[in-house]
């Protein structure tokens, strides 16, 4: 069975000439199905860029990226768009709720683009709400939801299309130590039901959460710790 | 389905906001109402004059001075042109009336009013403008032949100057001098631009005397026999002015008939409402600048959804559908109110004009409205969709 992920001499250089910065200077990568990544490094060592590359809401500027055996360097944006919809749950440092908008009808977003008729996708998003506790939250919008909540409410907006992976850029790096205990059970739990979890992280005690941890160090895989 | 989402999507956008959507919606709603309504106003104000051309009769030619060519001298018109008119060379002519008129102010007390035309003619002048006598009498060719200081009033002045009296048998000044009232003449009503009461006759000697001089007439009106006898009397006209004027190229008069003082004026009132609607579309323009302007702050204090929007998936479509939907909508109801405000508007006289509402333009309009939140939208729309989803969501 092919990985989920894999990434061969992955580059990626911002601007030009002398003042180009080379944030991704050949990167290599593979997770398996299944799998719990976690992803460190130190700030500007390029792992933020590598997320954001591996949740498609970047280019690479050289190298190959397959998602679950897909080429997506042969993409354009429009199938860019179908891929995010359907393969991939971002989860962000700082939420990225829709403002003035319900938590329902913000885990009910992805299913809209996706196409899912009203009914099912109420069904769907309540199901995913449930599954982070907040079932009782539903109607609820951002500004009147705590930081755990809302980055609750986002995690079940990631997993509610039942994507490939769950990817996760330092997702407790706003919260407190309770909510993010909540936070990192809830993406042990969605691991455990055999989910592929990758998250970018600056402290151990959440690196420890996953299966191995993958170090980058200016743009390359320095080592894999298991 | 995916549509309804989307326009779902829009409308949640624009409720979010519904102070600047309601104030970029009364930009499109003026722009919208002005074209209709000035639009209304100027068909108004043209039917008007076709009325009162109408009331004319079909058997009237009015022969008017003309410029004369570089290097010649105009011959004015003068009384005896209209004498000459009838006679034994113009079979189909059946009366022609001399007819001078001036701008002159009245008074009566301690009253005064600028009467719109002042008109110096003969008894038949009456008859042919259609014109009835509602109190006293006219005014008879003896008065012509003597002279006599008498007048005939319309309804605008009767009302300025003697309101709640009668005004037949009251001296009244016109420009000092001193008038008899004889009659008034019934209500004609507006026509167009101008007051068809605001007037008054008398006696074509007596306004030469009094006001005009004796220079050139202004107008000398026949009457031909019948208005199927209307062409010839034009060409006995032309011939019998041509021998006393002596033209031989280019005629120093203008004869029209009730047809061609249609066309023309109707050119004038046309000219008008293309102004009026020029004025219009301008306005319209400028709300759909606003349009604009309100499209791009949305969409740049909405980067960030974006981002989250193209982060879960959203193509370039949905959220290119939802920024012009939202446009749309805003121009569509701005119009909608618009063409409301229009109508209610256009059922008021505005400056002395009853408007009359063209089903076209309201139409127009409605499409305009809806075009403009199409294309002022676009732009500010395509930039949301082009946006790469990363930059959007590191946008602050």
Redesign the interface.
Known sequence: MSPVIEVRDLRKTYGNGDTAVHALRGLDLTVEKGEYIAIMGASGSGKSTLLNILGCLDVPSGGRYLLDGIDTGEFDEEQLSLLRNRKIGFVFQSFNLVPRTTALANVELPLVYAGVRRAQRRERALAALDLVGLADRTHHRPNELSGGQQQRVAIARALVTSPAIVLADEPTGNLDTDSSREVLGILDRLNASGRTVVLITHEDEVAAHAMRTVRVVDGRVAGVLV | ??VF?IAAFAV?GLT?NKMRSGLTTLGILIGVASVILLIAVGNGASSAVQQSIAGLGTNILTISPQRAQPGTTAKPLTTADATALVGADSPDVKYASPVVSAQATAGYGDTTHDIGQFIGSDPRYFDTTNSSVAQGNLFSDNDVQQARKVVVIGSTVAAELFPGTDPVGKSMLVNNIPFTVVGVLAAKGSSGLQDADDMAVAPLTTAQNALTGYGSLTQIVVQARSADALPNAQAQVTTILNGRHKITDTADYRILSQDQLLTARTATTETFTVLLASVAAISLLVGGIGITNIMLVTVTERI??I????????????ILGQFLIEATLLSLFGGALGIAAGMIGSQFTIAGIQPVLVPSSVLLAFAVSALIGLFFGSYPASRAAKL???EA?RHE
């Open positions: 389905m995916r989402e949640r979010a960030r959804e981002g989250i929007r193209k982060a879960v998936g959203a193509p370039r479509s949905s790469r989803p990363i969501l």
